[in-house]
Every structure is written in C-alpha cells, then in structure tokens.
C-alpha cells in the first residue's frame, strides 16, 4: 500500500504493523531500541522521496515487507543475547532487504550511510539517543520503550511537519518540495478544465488564433552557406570545432523549424475538417489551450 505522508504517520503506522503488544512486551532492550531505530530509518528513506532527485536519483518503492524482513533478520540475530551482531544486520538490512531495490551505487551508498546513522552501537547508550540536535527525534528513554503503548504515545509527540535536515538534506530542499508539489497541482487544475468539445467554435477559433500567431513569428530555416568563412574553415582534413559545434546546432535547430511548421499546418487543418485529428494533433490542442508546450515539440526542442 501507499505509505502514510509524512514520519509521524509512516512511523506510527509501521509500528502497528510489525509488531503486536504480546509480542514487543516480552522482548529485550537491545531488541526494543533497535526496533525503532530500524522503523525509523525506513521512515526517513521514504520520506526522502517526496524531494525527488535531491532525495534519490532513483525513485525506489519500498515499502512494508521490506521492514517485515528486517525486523524477521533482527529477531533471528537477537534471540541469542545482548550482544549483537552489527557487520550482519548493517549488511543483511542495509545490501539484501532494502539495498536489493537499488539500482544506482550512488543511491546505494547513501542508503547504507543513512542506516549507519540508526544501527550502531551508539542506540544502545544507558539513555535517550538524540538523532537531531535539538533532541527532538530520538530513541526515547527505556521507560518510555518499557511498552509499546509508551513507544505510541512517544511518536504521537511528534512535530506534524519534518525539516530536510532529518533526512539529510539542506534547508533549501523545502523549496523544491514546495515547487514540485505546486507545479504539480496546477497541472492537475489545468488537466481538468474542459477545453471545448467537437464542433465547438470558440475552440476552433481560439486555436486559429494561436496557429496563426506561431506561424506569423517562425524564423526562417538557418542556411549554413550563410555563414561567415571562419566558422566552417578546413584545418588539415578536418573542420574546425567551432564549425562541427555549429554544424550539429544548425541540424537540431532546422529540425525543430521542419517538426513546428509541419505540425502546426496539420493541426490547422484537422481544425477546418480537412484532415483526421489523431491522437498526438489532441494532445497538441490540449497544450496550446493550456498554455503549455506541446510535448512532440519539447522532445525534439531543448532542454532550457
């Protein structure tokens, strides 16, 4: 299923999902502390993912079972004693259970850096471990992990809203979690408004009016026998960089101009009756009445 939005919620809904009172009540301190640092960890790497790329370069779907495994490795690992194993449960957690998702070494060596962060012997200190500075997230104390009700009622303190420094992250990052997530509401607004039907005028009309402006103000192809004598200038048997650079720039730029003009004479037409509108001539509709760039144009045009 979908993970809860947020760590509070992702933490509170992990913990009633792997773990039952009768259960969690008769276990060990070692095994308690590091039952919610491990529940922890895999809340701050999903959390990560709503950054995007700053997050992770890939985006991985983890999700329940993956921490149902972990806590299975922490239970096998743990019914021996205290001591424990930490080289074994860093790498059965960290490369199997959820480095096995991970596909870019990059994104896998972060993922392992985080755990790092959660499973060392530092958990294992005679009171609270601080993950932040200011003692907000942490460990709590043994009486407060004594039972899984306290454990609940610790999470449920919790701020409603994370700063990207618990994942890692710069303050900055915020600004592109808001950005994305505005562009992305806009969007959904914008899908769903209506933008006529068949037969309707004022799209057609509109659509006329948008063809013609384009085509009013496209320049004409760039003709490379324009161009001054230096830029194509033959040294040895080669061209010069500047000329190839400006060879490969010339092709992409006229293809653009060729993709354009074609394209919109063909939307014109499917307008005025005289051709089929496919499927692609709809989406291009669709964009000029959003104002957007039709989507054939961006895969052909630049990224800027």
């Given at each position: 299923?979908?993970?809860?939005?947020?760590?509070?919620?992702?933490?509170?809904?992990?913990?009633?999902?792997?773990?039952?009172?009768?259960?969690?009540?008769?276990?060990?301190?070692?095994?308690?502390?590091?039952?919610?640092?491990?529940?922890?960890?895999?809340?701050?790497?999903?959390?990560?993912?709503?950054?995007?790329?700053?997050?992770?370069?890939?985006?991985?779907?983890?999700?329940?079972?993956?921490?149902?495994?972990?806590?299975?490795?922490?239970?096998?690992?743990?019914?021996?004693?205290?001591?424990?194993?930490?080289?074994?449960?860093?790498?059965?957690?960290?490369?199997?259970?959820?480095?096995?998702?991970?596909?870019?070494?990059?994104?896998?060596?972060?993922?392992?850096?985080?755990?790092?962060?959660?499973?060392?012997?530092?958990?294992?200190?005679?009171?609270?471990?601080?993950?932040?500075?200011?003692?907000?997230y942490k460990i709590p104390s043994d009486s407060v992990l004594e039972t899984i009700d306290g454990l609940?009622?610790?999470?449920?303190?919790?701020?409603?809203?994370?700063?990207?420094?618990?994942?890692?992250?710069?303050?900055?990052?915020?600004?592109?979690?808001?950005?994305?997530?505005?562009?992305?509401?806009?969007?959904?607004?914008?899908?769903?408004?209506?933008?006529?039907?068949?037969?309707?005028?004022?799209?057609?009309?509109?659509?006329?009016?948008?063809?013609?402006?384009?085509?009013?103000?496209?320049?004409?192809?760039?003709?490379?026998?324009?161009?001054?004598?230096?830029?194509?200038?033959?040294?040895?048997?080669?061209?010069?960089?500047?000329?190839?650079?400006?060879?490969?720039?010339?092709?992409?730029?006229?293809?653009?101009?060729?993709?354009?003009?074609?394209?919109?004479?063909?939307?014109?037409?499917?307008?005025?009756?005289?051709?089929?509108?496919?499927?692609?001539?709809?989406?291009?509709?669709?964009?000029?009445?959003?104002?957007?760039?039709?989507?054939?144009?961006?895969?052909?045009?630049?990224?800027?």
């Open positions: 299923k979908e993970p809860p939005k947020g760590l509070k919620a992702n933490l509170r809904d992990s913990l009633s999902s792997v773990v039952k009172p009768e259960t969690y009540n008769g276990k060990s301190r070692a095994w308690k502390r590091l039952l919610f640092a491990l529940t922890f960890f895999h809340g701050v790497i999903q959390e990560r993912r709503k950054y995007g790329a700053l997050g992770w370069n890939v985006r991985y779907e983890w999700s329940g079972p993956d921490l149902h495994a972990s806590v299975l490795t922490l239970d096998t690992y743990l019914t021996e004693g205290e001591e424990v194993p930490w080289t074994g449960l860093e790498y059965l957690t960290g490369v199997i259970h959820y480095g096995g998702r991970v596909t870019d070494f990059i994104d896998l060596k972060c993922l392992r850096c985080l755990l790092v962060k959660y499973f060392s012997e530092d958990v294992m200190g005679s009171d609270a471990h601080c993950f932040t500075p200011d003692g907000v609940t009622d610790y999470v449920g303190t919790l701020p409603c809203h994370e700063e990207p420094g618990l994942f890692g992250l710069h303050a900055n990052a915020d600004i592109t979690f808001d950005k994305n997530t505005s562009s992305k509401a806009l969007h959904t607004l914008a899908g769903s408004q209506p933008v006529g039907g068949s037969g309707d005028t004022t799209l057609e009309s509109s659509l006329g009016n948008i063809i013609s402006n384009i085509q009013t103000k496209m320049p004409v192809p760039i003709r490379m026998d324009k161009a001054h004598p230096e830029t194509y200038k033959v040294e040895g048997d080669t061209i010069t960089p500047l000329g190839t650079f400006c060879t490969q720039e010339v092709q992409v730029m006229n293809n653009l101009l060729k993709l354009i003009s074609k394209t919109l004479a063909e939307l014109s037409s499917a307008i005025k009756g005289e051709a089929i509108m496919s499927d692609e001539m709809e989406r291009m509709a669709a964009a000029f009445m959003m104002d957007k760039v039709p989507e054939m144009w961006m895969k052909r045009g630049y990224l800027s």
